[in-house]
């Protein structure tokens, strides 16, 4: 069984920051790829960004420059440090993760349940 659970969503003034979490647990051989996802109300949901187990990171253009994301591979955590906020960055945010669970196994991507950040003054 493996879970991911995000946290650090909220509410938060145009021009202001957040840093989400989103730690992983249970029966994990090895993660590969993790990343952040977000849906906007009507809107599909998009990557935001993404860092493989080297540390490689690819971000989405329009948060190019704003958002950082990082892991700790020892708590199997990722983090997204959102700044200069802006009210199109409103959605609900859902951490994702390639994984094994045995090393005999197949990876899986396993998805959080999402977190709502608002960006409204």
């Known amino acids: 069984q493996v879970q991911l659970v995000e946290s650090g969503g909220g509410l938060v003034q145009p021009g202001g920051s957040l840093r989400l979490s989103c730690a992983a647990s249970g029966s994990i051989f090895s993660i590969n790829t993790m990343g952040w996802y977000r849906q906007a109300p009507g809107q599909q949901r998009e990557l935001v960004a993404s860092?493989?187990?080297?540390?490689?990171?690819d971000y989405a253009e329009s948060v190019k420059g704003r958002f950082t994301i990082s892991r700790d591979n020892a708590k199997n955590t990722v983090y997204l440090e959102m700044n200069s906020l802006k009210p199109k960055d409103t959605a609900v945010y859902y951490c994702?993760?390639?994984?094994?669970?045995?090393?005999?196994?197949?990876?899986?991507?396993?998805w959080g349940q999402g977190t709502q950040v608002t960006v409204s003054s």
């Open positions: 994702n993760g390639r994984l094994k669970t045995s090393w005999n196994l197949k990876e899986r991507v396993y």
């Open positions: 860092i493989g187990s080297s540390g490689r990171t």
